[in-house]
């Protein structure tokens, strides 16, 4: 299940990049450090991704909700990949990297660059 | 008479045979001089290669921490690529030839990487990440151009 998931998240970061799918904010980070977008993509079904971020450490987790099933398919990845000999193997990381990809492509179409954010954060400083 | 002349002439040819018994000795030994500083020069550019190899080991793994996003761990890593850079470009240096300069903008490369993710937060921004990804990657290559081009010279003069 996981491998199609992998599979949706490709194509999803292709159609985010070309900013053919729309994202919204579905849960700002807030003290428990979770971020999540929703996406709808026609006919009741819908692409939630959320990251968890404490310290080095961050959950991301691509969930596909269907409609009238109570039920959701996620995939979920990590950055404390268990170890194969002293770093992380290949393909753990391979994985988180296309999440990750996946969850800024998201970030950086509702919120826009991170850079925007920057110049917003310095005008408010400037303000007082 | 004809005695006299004889032992004069004996004594020569000793003495010529003697001489060239010398020669030939040294002639030996500096060959065998030769050979033992050219055998401990071999050794040394394998130890040389070998170094640079661990080197380059610890910035795959430096790249696999950044590619994860474990700031601490690649600190770490970097850290210990910075310290070994220093100790083995003080004793191969020789051996990096026209390498040399291109070795120590590797070595401030990974200082200021070092600097920057020890002090600050992991890169949030897509296109922050993306610029220290090259950047990391760029330092692999550079590292594995220098060992490639340390083991042809290798190869080269112990031809």
Known sequence: MSDKLDQFARELLEKTRANKLEWRVYRNPGGHGREEYLADVGEGYFFQIWRWVSGDNRTISLQLRAPDQPTTIDSTVTNWPPLTGYVPAQETVSRFRLYSDLFDAVRESVCGPEETLGKVEELLRKIG | ?159
């Open chain 2, 1 to 159: 008479m004809i005695l006299h002349d004889l032992f004069d002439w004996s004594n020569s040819g000793v003495g010529l045979a003697g001489l060239a018994l010398t020669v030939g000795a040294l002639w030996q030994a500096t060959g065998a001089k030769r050979a033992a500083t050219e055998a401990k020069e071999a050794v040394y550019r394998r130890n040389a290669a070998d170094s640079f190899a661990e080197i380059l080991r610890l910035a795959e793994q430096f790249a696999t921490w950044v590619e994860c996003e474990r700031r601490a761990e690649a600190v770490v890593q970097v850290r210990e690529i910075v310290l070994r850079m220093a100790r083995d470009r003080g004793e191969y240096d020789r051996f990096l030839g026209s390498d040399a300069d291109k070795m120590k903008s590797v070595e401030s490369s990974c200082q200021r990487l070092g600097d920057s993710l020890g002090y600050s937060e992991f890169p949030a921004g897509a296109t922050e990440k993306r610029e220290l990804f090259g950047e990391t990657l760029k330092i692999v290559q550079d590292l594995s151009g220098i060992l490639g081009r340390i083991r042809a010279r290798s190869d080269q003069e112990g031809r």
